[in-house]
């Protein structure tokens, strides 16, 4: 009984999904008719971008590109996941880190992504700078997180640990850590959609010659808007299909 109720739900959503979909493309399809003749070239209709994306997106150098974007984006990821939990623990510990790391972290989350890039680019080769952009704009969030995760636990815990003389190794990582699992792992999650936007971005300024914002930026030099629609598209759902893999992860881990 509970089964069924459940591929319901499920059934019910996807539904939702598909009809929230065909009413966006239908006003995509009607604003695309609607525009000025001069402006058509910049607003291709849904189906000028599918059969685009049809006719580039299984072409080998495509493929070639999505990988190498995709390979940068999850190494940038997981690097500033890492990262920001480390820094998340230190700072959480010892106030002196956490008073010299606060400042930066708050300036990187405030600064925009296009600062970033310009700057790193004078520094970084083209095909490492969309791995550190990505996980310059994950490690903040990780961090905050995990940061405030473990120095905002209830205070009766921290009692309860005293009272087993737990010391304060076995506190964080037996007691508070595990209570904080829930709030890091949704926090990694948005943290992906962060690197996939940060990192094909940087790609789209830097230009590495095997990437998709190689792709989209040659596109647009070429005017072939249709083109740069349809290689945003392969972003989008190769963001969607990785992001899905991630909570597959987490659900068969039990962290959710």
Not at 9 to 18: C, P, R, S
Not at 38 to 50: E, H, R, T
Not at 183 to 196: M, P
Not at 204 to 227: M, N, Q
Request: proline letters at 4%; hydrophobic letters at 55%.
């Amino acid at each position: 009984m509970i089964s069924i109720i459940k591929e319901n739900k499920n059934l019910e959503k996807t539904i939702k999904a598909i009809l929230v979909l065909i009413f966006w493309l239908a006003v995509w399809q009607t604003a695309s008719l609607v525009v000025k003749d001069d402006l058509k070239l910049f607003l291709p209709s849904p189906i000028a971008v599918i059969k685009k994306w049809f006719e580039v997106g299984f072409k080998p150098d495509y493929i070639q590109a999505a990988l190498f974007t995709l390979l940068r984006v999850i190494a940038g990821f997981i690097t500033g996941v890492l990262s920001g939990f480390v820094f998340g623990l230190l700072t959480s510990q010892l106030k002196i880190i956490n008073l010299c790391l606060s400042p930066v972290m708050k300036i990187i989350r405030a600064v925009p992504v296009v600062s970033f890039i310009i700057l790193a680019f004078l520094f970084i080769n083209v095909d490492s700078l969309p791995i550190f952009i990505s996980l310059l704009m994950v490690i903040p969030l990780v961090w905050q997180t995990v940061h405030d995760s473990i120095t905002q636990t209830d205070i009766h815990i921290d009692e309860m640990c005293k009272t087993f003389k737990l010391n304060r190794f076995k506190t964080l990582f037996l007691v508070k850590l595990p209570q904080c699992t829930r709030q890091i792992v949704t926090a990694c999650i948005n943290a992906l959609g962060f690197a996939w936007k940060s990192g094909v971005a940087a790609e789209v300024l830097c230009t590495p010659d095997v990437s998709l914002g190689h792709k989209i930026y040659s596109a647009k030099a070429s005017l072939g808007f249709d083109e740069v629609y349809a290689v945003t598209l392969t972003v989008v759902l190769l963001s969607i299909i990785i992001e899905m893999l991630l909570k597959r992860l987490v659900k068969e881990g039990g962290a959710k």
